[in-house]
């Protein structure tokens, strides 16, 4: 009797031990685009699982914010985009009256991929933006490497997919000693992750 009694309370603990489950979490990015930190936790499953769990919901990757011509987006404080069928305009602090960079001009080649960047600065903030342009599948995110350390930025399109977008970001100051630009490199991935395009400053 006794040994039916161990056995029984062995399997059950080889049970509780199957139905151990690993999640990982990571913490939400700061202001400027960086990650703060990253946890893994461990939690019990509960003993009584259902048969049949609904399959999770797939995770799209992120797509340009469409904006329609002349909406305004604010990417901080006196920091201002719109779109054109023309190009980009913006504003910062230093300069409210705002300022254009053209896509019909004949300076940039639609069908290229390319990546344009403007760097403005106040003692405040620093104000980064540009064009994209000419790559092949859906533009999803752009990373940036900087003096402050890699940041992510945002996307905007107009309508239509006009096989161009402004990306902007925001992020800290730091102190420059002029030997090289606040922007390194930036790379605009599709939502397959691929390289739509990119620039490098080095």
């Known amino acids: 009797m006794k040994r039916t009694l161990k056995?029984?309370?062995?399997?059950a603990v080889t049970a509780a031990v199957a139905g151990m489950a690993t999640m990982s979490y990571a913490a939400p990015h700061d202001t400027a685009g960086r990650a703060t930190h990253s946890a893994t936790v461990t939690a019990a499953a509960p003993a009584a699982a259902p048969a049949a769990a609904p399959a999770a919901?797939?995770?799209?990757?992120?797509?340009?914010?469409?904006?329609?011509p002349g909406e305004r987006v604010t990417g901080a404080p006196g920091f201002e985009l719109w779109l054109t069928p023309e190009g980009k305009h913006w504003t910062t602090p230093d300069m409210?009256?705002?300022?254009?960079?053209s896509v019909v001009d004949g300076n940039i080649d639609l069908s290229s991929?390319?990546?344009?960047?403007?760097?403005?600065?106040?003692?405040?903030r620093v104000y980064l933006s540009g064009l994209y342009y000419g790559g092949k599948g859906t533009a999803?995110?752009?990373?940036l490497e900087t003096q402050a350390g890699?940041?992510?930025?945002?996307?905007?399109?107009?309508?239509?997919?006009?096989g161009w977008g402004v990306w902007y970001a925001v992020a800290d100051p730091v102190a420059n000693d002029?030997?090289?630009?606040?922007?390194?490199e930036?790379?605009?991935?599709?939502?397959?992750?691929k390289v739509y395009a990119s620039l490098s400053l080095r």
């Not at 002029?178 to 390194?184: A, I």
Request: no cysteine; proline share 12%; glycine share 12%.
């Open 7 to 11: 056995y029984l309370a062995g399997a």
């Open 57 to 68: 919901a797939k995770k799209h990757a992120p797509t340009p914010r469409i904006v329609e």
């Open 96 to 101: 409210p009256e705002g300022q254009f960079r």
């Open 113 to 124: 991929p390319g990546v344009s960047v403007q760097s403005e600065g106040t003692p405040e």
């Open 140 to 143: 999803s995110v752009v990373e």
């Open 150 to 162: 890699p940041l992510r930025g945002e996307l905007l399109e107009l309508p239509g997919r006009p």
């Open 178 to 184: 002029g030997s090289w630009n606040f922007v390194s």
């Open 186 to 193: 930036v790379t605009v991935r599709t939502t397959k992750g």
